[in-house]
C-alpha cells in the first residue's frame, strides 16, 4: 500500500511542478484539463523512473566532469521527449509548447523547477 501512496505523491507532485512551471515560465505553455495534466504527469514519472538513469547513464561523465550540473541537461533531454510525445500522441497533442523565443532559457528554467519540485518529492517519499 506504500508504494501505491508513493505513486499518487509523485503523480500529484509532477502535476504540480508542471502548473507551476507553466505559471512562471514565460515560454512554457501547458494547455491541459485537469484529467490530461495528471496523465502528463503520469507519463513524465514513467520517464523519470525508466529513462533518466539511463540517459545519467550516458552522460555520467558530462555529469562528473560539470560536478553533478550536467544532470541539468538530462532533466531538459527528459522534457523536449515529453513535448515529443505530447505533440505526436493524438490525445495530448500540443498540451506541452516550449516557444522559440529563448528556447534554452524557457528549457533551463522549466528544469530548474521541476528538479527542485522533484527533489522535495523525493525527500517527501523517502522511506523511514
Do not use: E
Request: contains cysteine; hydrophobic residues 65%; charged residues 5%.
Amino acid at each position: 500500500m506504500r508504494w501505491l501512496f508513493k505513486i499518487i505523491i509523485i503523480i500529484a507532485g509532477n502535476a504540480f511542478g508542471l502548473w507551476l512551471v507553466n505559471h512562471y515560465v514565460s515560454g512554457f505553455v501547458v494547455s491541459a484539463t485537469l484529467p490530461k495534466l495528471i496523465l502528463i504527469a503520469l507519463i513524465l514519472a514513467v520517464l523519470n523512473a525508466v529513462l533518466k538513469p539511463i540517459l545519467t547513464l550516458i552522460f555520467g561523465p558530462i555529469i562528473i566532469l560539470t560536478l553533478g550540473l550536467g544532470i541539468i541537461v538530462v532533466n531538459a533531454a527528459i522534457l523536449l521527449i515529453l513535448q515529443f510525445l505530447s505533440d505526436n500522441l493524438a490525445f495530448l497533442h500540443g498540451s506541452i509548447i516550449i516557444q522559440q523565443q529563448n528556447y534554452i532559457l524557457t528549457l533551463i528554467c522549466a528544469t530548474l523547477i521541476l528538479s527542485a519540485v522533484n527533489f522535495v518529492i523525493h525527500l517527501a517519499t523517502k522511506p523511514n
